[in-house]
């Protein structure tokens, strides 16, 4: 993380300029959905791993900022739980990388808190167009008491 921020965890982003947050900088990407072209915010971790949050008032929701601080953070795990979710679809010797964490538009397709896509690089061989990809979406089903979220995991998409 580059730097810590105070308020509402976002700083600058006028009219798409690029902001500060404490996942690092965000910059407004176009992108597509089933309906029509969209603007969202994108910034890339230094493992390079990619978090896609909507776009408020020209600039990144800070809700999405403040659930994507809270993902970044607790990724090791998620991912794990992941990646035994997805692991037994393919059958090689290799292993899963985290691409992205979506909380944007493709999130909201699928009626998830968040999207996390993972490629598998297939031992003795470097990621490709040809990896196979894996989106896991993570459902908020309940809250419980001591107000831990308790997430369902379901793979929503593959290619």
């Excluded at 404490?22 to 176009?30: A, K, P, S, T």
Aim: aromatic share 8%.
């Amino acid at each position: 993380m580059t730097r810590q921020t105070r308020g509402s965890g976002i700083e600058g982003a006028g009219q798409g300029q690029p902001c500060q947050t404490e996942l690092g900088e965000f910059v407004r990407v176009g992108r597509m959905s089933e309906t029509a072209p969209h603007n969202e915010w994108m910034a890339i971790l230094p493992d390079e791993t990619e978090v896609v949050v909507s776009e408020a008032a020209n600039r990144p929701d800070a809700l999405g900022v403040a659930k994507a601080v809270s993902v970044v953070q607790s990724r090791s795990y998620l991912g794990k739980r992941a990646v035994q979710l997805i692991a037994p679809l393919l059958r090689a010797e290799g292993a899963w990388r985290l691409l992205t964490i979506d909380f944007g538009a493709e999130a909201r397709r699928y009626d998830a808190e968040f999207l996390m896509c993972f490629a598998f690089v297939a031992t003795n061989a470097e990621l490709s167009s040809s990896s196979p990809y894996f989106e896991v979406g993570f459902s908020l089903s309940q809250v419980q008491e001591e107000n831990e979220p308790v997430f369902c995991l379901g793979v929503v998409h593959k290619s």
